[in-house]
């Protein structure tokens, strides 16, 4: 991999976007020592921290760390100054999918579950799981795929067949999420 160059200003849009201090990070390395998933990771919880707080807009986008991430909150809980990670690592997502940045590996997975999440709640309101992952397994080919288990689901209760008529609030949804997708946006 070439040289990765810093990107003035993004650890600043970041911090905005994720209303929390990424510069609070001493890099005492508690996050990724509580971390269940840190094993999986290209880039550990602080490493990514460090480089969002060097600019490197690249590298940090271009992670399976943001993909990956459980948002277990197990690192914002261990963190002494307050770092909200997992804030961090969903608002690193939006920025990777407003850029276009393919996810790599099993991230591209969970960003297309993430693109139709998003889409499902700007339609409805909230999300109708069970038009969710139909959707999901259609758009990825994997159709047949747990077939058994979403049988038990749906027979057991697990999953609602229709989504609900109408949700309270759909309106002010659907204009939240358009002002996030405005360029320079700020949450």
Not at 74 to 101: F, I, Y
Request: aromatic share 4%.
């Amino acid at each position: 991999m070439g040289e990765i160059r810093p990107q003035s200003g993004f650890r600043e849009e970041v911090e905005a976007k994720a209303g929390s201090s990424l510069s609070a990070c001493f890099q005492c390395h508690k996050c990724a020592a509580g971390c269940p998933l840190a094993a999986a990771f290209d880039l550990r919880p602080d490493q990514l921290i460090r480089h969002v707080q060097l600019g490197q807009r690249e590298r940090v986008l271009r992670s399976a760390t943001i993909w990956l991430c459980a948002g277990c909150a197990t690192c914002a809980t261990r963190c002494p100054n307050g770092v909200e990670l997992p804030a961090l690592m969903d608002v690193l997502k939006q920025m990777a999918l407003a850029a276009g940045t393919e996810p790599p590996g099993a991230g591209r997975g969970v960003a297309l579950m993430q693109r139709l999440f998003l889409e499902d709640i700007a339609r409805r309101g909230r999300v109708h799981e069970l038009s969710l992952i139909a959707r999901y397994k259609l758009v990825s080919g994997g159709l047949a795929d747990d077939l058994a288990l979403g049988w038990q689901m749906l027979r057991r209760g697990k999953l609602r067949l229709l989504p609900p008529r109408r949700i309270k609030g759909r309106d002010e949804v659907r204009r939240l999420l358009s002002e996030e997708r405005r360029p320079g946006a700020k949450s």
